[in-house]
Each structure stands twice: as C-alpha cells, then as structure tokens.
C-alpha cells in the first residue's frame, strides 16, 4: 500500500514539474528535480534525457552530474556513466565541492568491479 501511494505521488510531482517545462522557471534545478523523479518512478532513459540538460544548461552543476552518472550506471552505460563522472570531478574540483568530488570518485572506481553474482 505504502508503495502505491509513493507511486503515486512521484507520478503527481511529475506532472508538475512537466507543466513547468517551457516556462521562465526551466532551468537546471527544474531539469534535475525531474531527472530524479523519472528515476524514482525507473524510467532511466527520461532520467537520463533530463539529467543532461540540466548540465547542458549549467555545466557547473555538480550534483546534476553526480545524478547523471548514477542514472547512466543503473542503465547499465558504463562508459557514458564513467564520462559523466570524470567530468563532475572536474566541476566539483573547480568549485571547491570536496564532498561531491569524494562521492563521484567513489562512484566512478566502483564502475570498474565485476558485478555481483
């Protein structure tokens, strides 16, 4: 029960935030809220697809790329996951973001394990 309500509510939040595409108030922060809600609901690839805009949209955005990486990741896109982040190293590096940058990097070595029987 408790999971359909979540459903539920994730579905609600992104028809909202769908309602706010197009408007002045899409941006970056908007693109990554519903990056994330798609990953929620698993729908990796609407993830991915919003998740990169919002760093096309502000490339300087560490924790959209840190949620890039882990969606292209769970989509099982290591190579495209392990570029997204590399590149949010670099960002979270450049804007001084040392916690961002530690997860990142921990997140990218893990790339390189086999995976788990």
């Known amino acids: ?53 919002a760093v096309r949209r502000d490339p300087r955005y560490s924790a959209a790329w840190k949620a890039l990486g882990g969606a292209l990741a769970a989509a099982h896109r290591i190579e495209e996951a392990r570029e997204a982040y590399t590149r949010g190293i670099e960002v979270a590096r450049a804007r001084g973001d040392r916690q961002a940058e530690k997860e990142m990097t921990v997140f990218a070595r893990r790339l390189d394990r086999p995976p788990r029987a």
């Not at 408007?23 to 993830?47: F, I």
């Open 1 to 53: 029960m408790a999971a359909g309500i979540l459903a539920e509510m994730t579905t609600a939040l992104i028809a909202s935030l769908e309602k706010l595409l197009g408007t002045p108030r899409d941006g970056a922060l908007l693109r990554y809220s519903l990056g994330r809600e798609y990953l929620k609901a698993g729908d990796h690839e609407r993830g991915v697809v919003q998740l990169r805009e």
